[in-house]
C-alpha cells in the first residue's frame, strides 16, 4: 500500500512518529516536499527509508499531478499546518478519506475561523484583517478593543503574535510585522483572557474521539510563546462540549486535531485557533505515551478508512499517568556553544526524555516565539510532582550556552 506523505520540514512527529507507524503497518511511502536533500538526509537512518520526491507541496494541482504520475495511492497524508487544504484536495481527487478542504480552510485562515464561527452563532471574536501591503492605518476605522492580539493571518508557532495596548502600538507592531513579512495578511482580535488550554481530538470520519488536552503556561505578554505545558486527562464536559460544537461548525471530523482555547469567568469556552493536525513539539510522541495507545497509527489507519477502536474516548479519559512538556529558551541572540544532547531515562517511576531543537555551533537572533527553542523535556509517570520534579532534576544538571 502506498501512501504520500506531504511535509515541508522534517519534523520530530514525522521522523520519531508518522515513518516509524508507517513501517509498522506495512505501508510504502512517499515524501513529497519543496526541499528534498534535509529530508533525506533526516531519514536515512530509518529502515526502511522512505522515498523523497521534490514537489512544489504548496500547490495542490502540482501535487495532483505528480500523484498521478507515479504508483497509485492508498492514502494521502500531512501534519503539516500549512498544507492541510492542498492534502484535502489532492486526497479528494483520488476519491481517498479526505478531510474537508473547507474545514481545512477554515482552520489555517484565522479571519475566516472567526466569520465562520461568528456566522453559526456559537461566538463572536470582535476580529479585523488587514490585507497584505495595506497601511496600518486603515486600522483606525474600525473600533478595536484594547487591548488587543495581532498575528499573521495564516500564522504559526507564536510567531509574530503580539499583544498590544492602544492603538499607536498596533499600527507600529502591523508595520513591524509586514516588514518581516511582506506578503502576509494580518489579524487584529481583541484578547481572549484566560487560561490557555488545548483539546485533542482524532476522528475516522464516523466517530470523533476525544483524546484529552493540556494547560499550557505562557510567556510574560507581549509575546505568546509556549512555555510549558500539563496533561489534563478530562476537561469539564461543559467545556468539551462547547469546544467539540464549535469544531463541528468548522467542520472537523476526519484526522487529528489539536485545538486552543480559553475558558472565561462566565463559563463561556473560546477558541483561540484550530490546528488541524496533531499537536507538534514533542507533545505528540508524550500523548502517545500518556495513553497508551499507537497514536501515530490510529491517525494513518484514520486516513486508510479505517474505523478506530469503540471505547477511545473513554480509555484515554482513565488514564492515572501526567505528564509535563516544558520546553528550554534563549533568553538571548547568539550561537549555541553549550547543550545536552538527546537524553531518555526511566527513574523512580517517571520516564523522561530531551531532544534538541537547536544545533550546537548554529547562530539565532532572538524571535520571541518558539523558534527560541533550545530544546523540548518531556517526562510522564503517575504523580503530577515527581514528574514536574523530573524535569526540574534534568534543567539544572545541564546548562546551555549561548554565545553573543
Known amino acids: 500500500m502506498r501512501l504520500y506523505l506531504l511535509a515541508l520540514n522534517p519534523t520530530d512527529s514525522v521522523t520519531q512518529g508518522f515513518l516509524p507507524a508507517a513501517a509498522r503497518l506495512g505501508l510504502d511511502v512517499t515524501v513529497l516536499t519543496d526541499h528534498a536533500e ?4 533526516a531519514y536515512a537512518a530509518l529502515v526502511p527509508a522512505p522515498e523523497v520526491v521534490e514537489c512544489d507541496v504548496r500547490d495542490f494541482r502540482e501535487v495532483i499531478g505528480l500523484i498521478s504520475r507515479r504508483e497509485a495511492p492508498d492514502a494521502v497524508f500531512s501534519n503539516s499546518d500549512h498544507l492541510q487544504t492542498q492534502t484535502a484536495l489532492a486526497a ?13 480552510l477554515r482552520a489555517k485562515n484565522k479571519g475566516e475561523l472567526r466569520r465562520h464561527l461568528t456566522a453559526a452563532g456559537l461566538d463572536a471574536v470582535r476580529s479585523f484583517e488587514l490585507d497584505p501591503g495595506q497601511d496600518p492605518s486603515a486600522l483606525r476605522e474600525f473600533d478595536v478593543p484594547f487591548p488587543a492580539v495581532v498575528k499573521p493571518r495564516e500564522g504559526v508557532a507564536s510567531e509574530d503574535v503580539s ?6 502600538e498596533l499600527e507600529l507592531r502591523c508595520a513591524e510585522i509586514q516588514r518581516r513579512r511582506p506578503g502576509a495578511a494580518l489579524v487584529v ?6 487560561q490557555l488550554c488545548t483539546l485533542e481530538t482524532l476522528g475516522d470520519g464516523k466517530r470523533r474521539h476525544v483524546l484529552g488536552g493540556l494547560r499550557t503556561r505562557l510567556s510574560a505578554p507581549p509575546h505568546f510563546i509556549e512555555e510549558m505545558l500539563e496533561f489534563v486527562p478530562d476537561h469539564p464536559r461543559p467545556v468539551v462540549e ?26 463561556r469556552a473560546r ?68 547543550a545536552p544532547g538527546p537524553h531518555h531515562e526511566e527513574r523512580d517511576g517517571v520516564r523522561l526524555s530531551y531532544q534538541p531543537v537547536r544545533p550546537l555551533g548554529e547562530r539565532h537572533e532572538l524571535h520571541h516565539t518558539n523558534r527560541d527553542y533550545l530544546g523540548v523535556i518531556w517526562a510522564v509517570g503517575t504523580d503530577q510532582q515527581a514528574v514536574d520534579a523530573a524535569v526540574a532534576r534534568f534543567v539544572a544538571a545541564n546548562r546551555w550556552e549561548i554565545t553573543p
Open 92 to 104: 479528494e481527487y483520488f476519491g481517498l478519506p479526505a478531510k474537508d478542504w473547507k474545514a481545512a
Open 38 to 41: 534535509p529530508h533525506r538526509n
Open 242 to 267: 462547547q469546544i467539540l460544537a464549535q469544531l463541528d461548525a468548522v467542520g472537523v471530523g476526519l484526522g487529528a486535531c489539536h485545538t486552543e482555547f480559553v475558558v472565561q469567568p462566565d463559563g
Open 271 to 338: 477558541i483561540i485557533e484550530v490546528n488541524y493536525r496533531a499537536i507538534g513539539d514533542q507533545c505528540d510522541l508524550m500523548l502517545a505515551e500518556i495513553l497508551d495507545i499507537p497514536l501515530f497509527e490510529h491517525i494513518l489507519a484514520a486516513h486508510l478508512g479505517r474505523e478506530l477502536p469503540e471505547g477511545l474516548t473513554e480509555h484515554c479519559a482513565a488514564t492515572t499517568k501526567r505528564a509535563r512538556n516544558e520546553a528550554v529558551c534563549a533568553d538571548r541572540a547568539g550561537t549555541l556553544t553549550a
Open 189 to 194: 482580535e481583541e484578547f481572549l483572557d484566560g
Open 163 to 168: 499583544l498590544v495596548g492602544d492603538r499607536a
